[in-house]
């Protein structure tokens, strides 16, 4: 996918993901899929799309180019990663860029330095993605570049459409020099997208061709985000072909993770390749995890606490590697399937757990912290502080537990104790 304003801010910000964990017990807001499957869902819907197959294998890639090629004999093969700025990245064995138009006759020694390797992007990280799947596509034909969106607006608590009638590699340059080119449209959720809106959008975008056909593109993608329970919708570049038809040439989708029990075609999708492998294993274990970049590694029970316990982290010196929120009710196994995670992340030099007992009692919390520790075999400096219900005994289960175990009074004390045992 292109570089874009909605996929920059809303899907590769830490911070942003930290402050979506904290919205409730849910692992992540947002389902992401590859640019294949979006296109046959949006298909499904009626919306316009270039032909395209995705290929697993090189008799795939084989196979896609010789169905795919166009009078040239040329073929586009695109690396299927879930994060932008593919055409300008490069693969980790020096190959540039994760977009390649290509001879049919090259296709398939192309597509072996490109599959099965790891593409690195502006919205990836140094680590990259690794691309496991490549989309053979036809060649397309385009007269214009356009950008469409729709996404969720807290403003006007309802879906907004945002177009313009510039798109592709600038938009993001084009929006802050020139706000006045971008086009916002809030949709009422209760009555839909009317006619009226649609035609004002296709007006905005300024569409030269058949007018009817490019609102009832712009009602079907409408169609799409609201019955596939999505939180955005991107297309960029939404295209004009030199007929004059609109052509979603390249779209980015995000689905509603609490819809997951009424999406499960769609959710099945999801590609766990792509994603932090510690994020996977939390979720399996009904924990929050979000990996950072310091190396104090937190647990902590309560999402509130657990931001509260990463900027006092970072107030006495020290670098948070994580965001982990155990819950209210975590379990042994919980506990040992966190501290395995934390130990997962190699730049960890010590484990920070603030643990209030509310609900649950500080003794029951420390039995099963140093039961856990135990199991573990922690190789590092383990700090531990708690408050709450039966606070004294869980001290003392602590202090009697046989292990080197650094017990702090309050947070503040904690948080030192911390970022010194990383010096010590």
């Not at 910000?13 to 949006?42: C, D, P």
């Not at 035609?199 to 409408?222: F, M, P, R, T």
Request: aromatic share 4%.
């Amino acid at each position: 996918m292109l570089p874009s304003v909605l996929s920059r801010v809303c899907n590769t910000n830490a911070a942003w993901r930290v402050a979506q964990a904290t919205l409730g017990h849910q692992q992540k807001r947002f389902l992401n899929i590859h640019e294949y499957q979006s296109a046959q869902l949006m298909s499904k819907y009626g919306v316009h799309v270039p032909e395209g197959l995705p290929a697993f294998s090189i008799d795939d890639v084989k196979a896609g180019a010789d169905k795919l090629a166009d009078e040239k004999g040329e073929v586009v093969l695109k690396s299927q990663i879930l994060a932008g700025g593919r055409g300008l990245g490069k693969f980790t064995n020096g190959l540039q860029g994760g977009v390649h138009i290509t001879e049919k006759s090259k296709a398939v020694e192309l597509a072996k330095q490109m599959l099965g390797g790891t593409l690195v992007t502006k919205q990836t990280g140094p680590a990259g993605k690794p691309v496991n799947t490549l989309m053979v596509a036809k060649k397309m034909k385009l007269a214009r570049e356009m950008y469409f969106a729709i996404m969720l607006d807290r403003a006007t608590a309802g879906p907004i459409v945002i177009a313009c009638s510039e798109g592709g590699t600038s938009i993001e340059d084009l929006a802050h020099a020139h706000p006045d080119k971008i086009i916002k449209v809030p949709i009422d959720i209760r009555t839909g997208i009317t006619d009226q809106q649609a035609a004002h959008i296709v007006e905005g975008l300024k569409v030269s061709g058949d007018q009817a056909d490019a609102k009832a593109q712009i009602k079907a993608l409408y169609d799409m985000f609201v019955k596939s329970d999505c939180t955005m919708v991107e297309v960029n570049p939404l295209a004009e072909t030199p007929e004059g038809t609109l052509l979603a040439a390249d779209a980015k989708l995000g689905f509603d993770e609490n819809a997951a029990y009424r999406q499960k075609e769609i959710f099945d999708l999801r590609d766990e390749s792509q994603m932090d492998p510690r994020e996977v294993a939390a979720g399996k274990a009904d924990l929050n995890y979000i990996g950072l970049e310091g190396n104090i590694g937190c647990m902590v029970n309560g999402a509130g606490l657990a931001m509260a316990t990463m900027d006092i982290i970072k107030l006495h010196g020290g670098a948070p590697a994580n965001f982990l929120d155990v819950g209210g009710a975590a379990t042994e196994k919980q506990i040992i399937d966190a501290f395995n995670i934390l130990l997962s992340d190699k730049q960890v030099k010590a484990i920070l757990v603030n643990i209030f007992g509310g609900i649950m009692k500080c003794d029951v919390i420390a039995g099963g912290i140093v039961s856990a520790a135990k199991q573990v075999a922690l190789p590092v400096p383990l700090v531990v502080r708690l408050e709450g219900t039966n606070v004294a005994q869980g001290k003392e289960i602590l202090k009697n537990s046989g292990m080197t175990i650094i017990t702090a009074d309050d947070l503040d004390d904690a948080a030192k104790k911390g970022v010194a045992a990383i010096s010590a």
